[in-house]
């Protein structure tokens, strides 16, 4: 790795704006990450960069121009007319109009875009409020309005970078980004993700479908639908066996990580069961494994959770120590959260003392083994 300290990329909108009320998504996230990182004093203003607002110009690199024009028509109006739920998905499914919903998105957009600049040459670029890996090119889905991984990547290799590797970690099948880069030998994607959850469909032959282990998206990728409760050792076992070796056969110029935190055991939205440590130990084995490094956050919906998370993630990249018990400034941090969901009315005490959970070991299935396998076979 480039001996460059990492660069943190936020925004204040992430702090003054929210999604619509009872979203899933309307709590702290990347401003709790931010806030937790300056508490433990971890982010200076020497690494810290604000995040600009992507131009629609830009978010079109990818996206349809019309669609860009709907979601800002959308922000001005507040409101989706018929005719733009139905040709575009706004305002229905999860995609609710709210009053920043086109500068929102579009500055993870920017930050995304301004880290892979950033990575022109060898370096750590870490944008938690990025990761948003459902987009589609002409409608919004799984409350992503537009793919900001997708633009991170094309602005790589639009500024040279001739091989990037993808890995996605969120519980949900990171779609939008395989199908942006389906067939194209540039950009391979390793989605790890729980079966059978939303985006992937539902069929007689559950290895066929989109985000099954047999969908390689014409070669470009490999999938590995996990079954319920992974735990870390399984986690492990899977980054060290598979991620390691198709990294390394790949041999890219830069790697995006899309690091959600809605794998670990204490999010509502899914059933997997990791402690924030395996993830952080997956961005130790796999960062030095390229000159460039991009870490997004993704999904996550228990803010404590997220918050903690990916707090810890900066820390991994920076080889920070985490105490065994936050300081004073962090807890208060923590303890300041509200989240009205039946989780967070009684939430347990190491929520508010601790960064890093338990470890949460466990046995190795055959289930997990045989994925690994048929993910490397050829």
Known sequence: MDPRPPLFIGSDIFR?????????????????????CRAMGWLDDAVYR??????PDEIARYHAPEYVAAVQRCERDQKASEQDGRRFNLGVNGNPVYPEMFRRPATACGASILAARLLRGPGVVYSPAGGTHHGQRDRASGFCMFNDPVLAILEMLDGGIARVFYLDVDAHFGDGVQQAFHDDPRVFTLSIHEAGRWPMARGDDPAAVPGGVDDRAGGAARNLPVPRELNDTE??????????ALIQEFAPGALVVQCGADALAEDPMAKLALSNVALWRTIDVIGPLASRLLV????????????????GVWATLNRLPVPDRLPAAAEEVLRGVRWKHRRGRTPPEHWFTTLADRPRPGPLRPEVRALAAAALRY
């Open 50 to 55: 604000d995040a600009p607002i992507a131009t």
């Open 235 to 244: 986690m492990e076992f899977l980054i060290e066996t598979v991620a390691v």
């Open 16 to 36: 003054v704006s929210r999604h619509a009320r009872g979203h899933p998504l309307a709590i702290p996230r990347v401003s709790l990450c931010i806030d937790l």
């Open 296 to 311: 997004l956050g993704g999904g996550g919906y228990n803010p404590w959770a997220v918050g903690r998370c990916w707090a």
